[in-house]
Each structure stands twice: as C-alpha cells, then as structure tokens.
C-alpha cells in the first residue's frame, strides 16, 4: 500500500495510512467514470467466465474495493463471494488474501471489530504458510485497529513486531531503502507514544517517517501529515516555533499537490497555534483562509472545527455578536454532522447485523459439511443395513439445525424491534426533557428580565416601597435557582439513570455543581444557557468547565468535554 487518508481534525489520522490504500490508491486511481465502469465491467466478465481461482479471487478483490466506497453492501458481497471461493480452493494464500480484503473494508466503514476478527484469520494463515510480507501487513493493520481503540501499549507490540518484518523483507530484496510502510509505521508509533505522554519518543518517531518520507517518492501525503503530527507536538511542549516551521512545511506540501482539504486543515492548526499565543489577528487570518477552502470541497467537518474557532476566539475578544453567528454555524454544521453519523451508523449496524447472520450460516454450513463427512464414513464402515438408520439421524440434525437457524433469525429480529422501541423512547424523552429545559431557560430570562427591569426602574417608585422592591427582586432571583434544579434533575435521571453512577465510576470527588454541569454539557447545553439556568457568570462556568476536564483526566486538546460526556 503506498498511499494514505485521514483528517487533522481526528486525533488518531495516521492509523489508517495502510490499511486505507486499498479503496484510495490502486486500479481505479485516476479513473473517469466512464473507464471504471469499463473496468468494472470487464471484471465481472472475467470472474464469469474464468476458470481459474486465483483470477476470480483477484477480480471480485478488485470490484470489492471499487464498490467500498459507494455501496458498501455490494462491496461485502463481493468480498464475502472472494473469502468463499478461497475457501473452497484450499489455497491458504487467497483465503488469507480474501480475509484482508474484508478487513480493509469493515476498517474503512469503522466496523472494527469485524476487521480485527479477519486481520486476526488472516495474520494466522500468513503466520502458518510463512508469508512475511503478509504477517507485516497484518500485524500493521491490528496495530492500527488498536490504535483506534486507545490501547496504546498494545498497539506498539504489533509495530514493533511489524516493523523488523518489512526492514528485513527490503533487504533480502537488496533495496537500500526501507519499504514506504515503515513510514506509517513511524506515524503510528508517534501517535501512540504521543497519547502515553511520551512526548521524547514521539518527536522521534515522528522524525524518523518525515526522514524517510523525504527519500521515498510520492509520499507527499504522509510527509504533509507527519510534519503536522510533529507540529501539534510541539505547540503542546510550547516550543512554537518549531510548531510553526512543521505546520508550515505540511502547508506548502498541500499547497504543492493541490489538496484543497489538506490546506484547510493545515490553516486549522496554524490558527490554533496562534490562539494559543493569543495572537487573534492571525488566528482569524488563517481561520478564514481555512474556511474558504473547506467551503470549497464541502467539508462540514472542518467547516464545524472552524466555526467553532471562531465562536472561541470572538467570545475571547468580547465581541458577543460575531461570537454568537459562528455558534449559530457550529451548531448548522455539528447537527449535519451527526445526522450523517448517524445514518453511517445506522448503515454500520445493518452490515454487523448481515455479517453475524452469514457467520451463522456459514458456521452451521461448516458442521453440516463435518457432520456428512462423517456419516459418509460411517456409511463405508457398516454398510447398507445402517445406511438408513443414519439417514435418519442425519435428516433429524438437519430439522434441528434449520430450527436452530430460524430461532436465531427470530432472536435477531426481536433484538432489533426491541432496540428500534428503546431508541425511539430515548427520543422521545430527550425531546421532552430538551423542551423543559428550554421553558426553564426561557422562565429564567423571564424573571432576569423582571428583576432587571425593576431594578432599573426602582429610583421612580416611592421611598417606602424601595425595601419591598428590593426584597422582591431577591426572592425572583433566590427562588429560580433551586426549584428548576430540583425539576431538571429529576427528569434528568429518569432519561440518563445511569450517567451518574458512570461518572462516579470516572471520578468519585466531584462535587454536586461539578455533577450538575455534567447534566447540562451532557445535553449539549452551551455556555449562556447554562448561565441562565444556575445564574452563574460565563466566566465562572468557563472556569468550571476546565477544572472539570482535569478531574475527568481529559489531557488530550483534541476530545471535546461535551463529546467525551455523550458516551458516558
């Protein structure tokens, strides 16, 4: 594999340098539609009238990785009718061929659990027919899975088990250079010692793939995102001049190649790497240059990161106005966001859902084939008077297994009715407990509104009746507090019973304010509407929010308080 994917945007971008290559580099590269479906079509011929396995593994690989990104059932498909007639073949080769091709896929939807199983398969058979290229492959792609999981030390264990493979491989080849694997291995290995704190061994790695990187051709991709891996490292360490000079270097590479979403994200970090220095002119400066180029290629997940820069660094400088337009944008995009994360989920729950159904029949296809077997050789055994008898038995089993086969489509079909109702209830109570918060807020402005007003106003009213203005506006403003409390934290956790006790499983010394502010980011409350609930200042929830990210132990920048909370 010689190329790679990934955003800045997501903090672990380098795992999926490898194992992505195969529905991004390769035979449709470059391709007009007109040619692909050319070739598409040529395929399918060759698999119809083809006689050879090998020929036929090849073709239905190759429509797999055309279809992964278009119409990922017609892409399982393919693959799955690849891996059965390798299995077949009794060739350990193309079954373990066929098992990646899978891996690759699920990995590229984010059904990692389903590559992990295939990588696994597969990493045996290599292992058992000694395929060192396809051990190295193997091992890199589990490391990457594990990567994305955040089981960072064992992720290092398959680098480090990969890497001395693929050195080795290039010098039994004779090449002076190491293969352009090692590269992302190098990434991974940064990312992951990065995440351990690690930062020495990190900026080592990291080092050590740009070296690389630089002498291997076409890998301007890998080398962009390692000098701006590297550049987020240093802004971290606070040496931001070496920030600047890597974040600057994977720029003009973009720049070079023309990657439109590549510069938008570089003109992301330089712009937080200015606001971390608290230069806001050339924040915003590269916080537009990076909007107009997201704009361009359509990125609403960059569009969403910058939006949400800017609402950050407007609301830093006091100008309300403009910070409330970009929140206004933040919250347009994160909402197209997670609609589309949804119907990704919702495509990745229905793959799962056929993937266990064929394991299923495929495990109960395997015992049928054992179970023939072994009656054929009982039948050459003892003959014809036993013949029947076992006739039976054999028919008896297969009744069990077919019952066996509809009670598990039945278990699967009431699990998914029961999990339609229980997401629907989860709605509908989200709904109602989203619109009470909203009469609650609305209540609050409410009587601020009243208080402000008499306030205002309390000099026109005659001295008498000053003491009782006064102690008016103390009980409207002592009174709001408590009862909408009392009210929202009931329905809270009538909707969310159990995100207390998962959070008093994170840290069990946050104080009663700390677990309410919980509640409200855990409904994707903003800043202002949770002062308008409690009555607290901006500043003070501000304050609060990041005394609360330390006692959660969030040390990672690029995970949000408000999105580590929703999976709580």
């Not at 301007?220 to 701006?228: I, S």
């Not at 995009?333 to 990745?348: A, C, I, N, Q």
């Not at 089993?397 to 339609?420: H, V």
């Not at 997401?423 to 989203?434: A, G, P, V």
Request: proline share 1%; hydrophobic share 40%; with cysteine.
């Amino acid at each position: 594999m010689s190329c790679n994917r990934g955003s800045d945007r997501i903090k672990f971008s380098g795992i999926i340098i490898i194992i992505s290559l195969l529905f991004t580099c390769g035979l449709f590269q470059n391709k007009a539609f007109g040619q692909r479906d050319n070739i598409i079509d040529s395929l399918i011929y060759r698999v119809e009238v083809s006689k050879n396995d090998s020929a036929k593994i090849v073709s239905l690989i190759e429509i797999a990785k055309y279809y992964s990104s278009t119409n990922l059932s017609l892409s399982f498909q393919y693959a799955d009718k690849a891996l059965e007639i390798a299995q077949q073949s009794k060739n350990k080769q193309l079954h373990a061929q066929a098992l990646m091709s899978i891996g690759n896929i699920s990995f590229f939807q984010g059904l990692l659990d389903i590559s992990f199983q295939h990588y696994s398969k597969a990493l045996a058979i290599n292992k058992e027919t000694g395929n060192t290229n396809g051990i190295a492959n193997a091992l890199t792609n589990l490391g990457g899975i594990l990567l994305q999981l955040m089981k960072f030390e064992e992720a290092k264990r398959y680098f480090h088990e990969a890497l001395p493979l693929f050195i080795d491989l290039a010098e039994k080849r004779g090449d002076t250079i190491p293969p352009f694997q090692v590269i992302s291995i190098y990434n991974n290995l940064g990312i992951a010692h990065e995440n351990l704190n690690d930062y020495n061994m990190a900026i080592d790695y990291y080092h050590r793939g740009i070296s690389l990187a630089n002498r291997i051709p076409q890998q301007q991709r890998n080398l962009a995102m390692l000098h701006n891996n590297l550049g987020s490292i240093h802004m971290k360490m606070g040496a931001f001049d070496e920030a600047y000079k890597n974040m600057s270097a994977a720029l003009i590479i973009r720049q070079e190649m023309n990657d439109k979403s590549g510069e938008a994200s570089s003109y992301r970090m330089l712009g937080i790497l200015y606001k971390s220095q608290q230069n806001y002119e050339k924040a915003l400066s590269n916080f537009y240059n990076g909007y107009i180029l997201a704009a361009t290629v359509g990125s609403n997940a960059i569009l969403a990161s910058l939006n949400e820069q800017f609402f950050e660094v407007f609301n830093l400088l006091n100008q309300p106005d403009s910070a409330l337009k970009y929140h206004i944008l933040l919250k347009h995009y994160s909402d197209e966001l997670k609609g589309e994360e949804t119907l990704l989920e919702f495509s990745r729950m229905e793959i799962t859902s056929q993937f266990q159904e064929k394991e299923n029949i495929r495990l109960i296809e395997q015992r049928k084939q054992k179970l023939r077997y072994l009656f054929t050789a009982v039948l050459l055994l003892l003959g014809a008077v036993i013949l029947g008898l076992l006739y039976v038995l054999s028919q008896s089993r297969l009744r069990r297994l077919s019952l066996l086969n509809n009670n598990i489509q039945l278990a699967a079909e009431k699990a998914a009715l029961e999990k339609a109702a229980l997401t629907k209830e989860l709605e509908i109570k989200n709904k109602e407990l989203t619109t009470n918060v909203i009469y609650q807020i609305r209540k609050n402005e409410l009587i601020n509104n009243i208080a402000d007003k008499l306030m205002t106003n309390r000099h026109n009213f005659k001295k008498e009746n000053q003491s009782l203005i006064k102690d008016i506006i103390s009980e409207l403003v002592s009174s709001k507090e408590d009862s909408i409390w009392m009210e929202f934290e009931t329905r809270f956790h009538n909707v969310h019973n159990e995100f207390y006790e998962k959070l008093n499983e994170i840290n069990p010394d946050l104080t009663p304010n700390e677990r309410r502010l919980c509640a409200f980011l855990r409904l994707n409350m903003s800043t202002k509407e949770i002062s308008s609930i409690t009555g607290q200042s901006l500043r003070s929830i501000d304050v609060a929010r990041t005394r609360l990210r330390q006692k959660l132990n969030l040390t990672n920048a690029e995970v949000g308080l408000i999105e580590y909370l929703s999976y709580i």
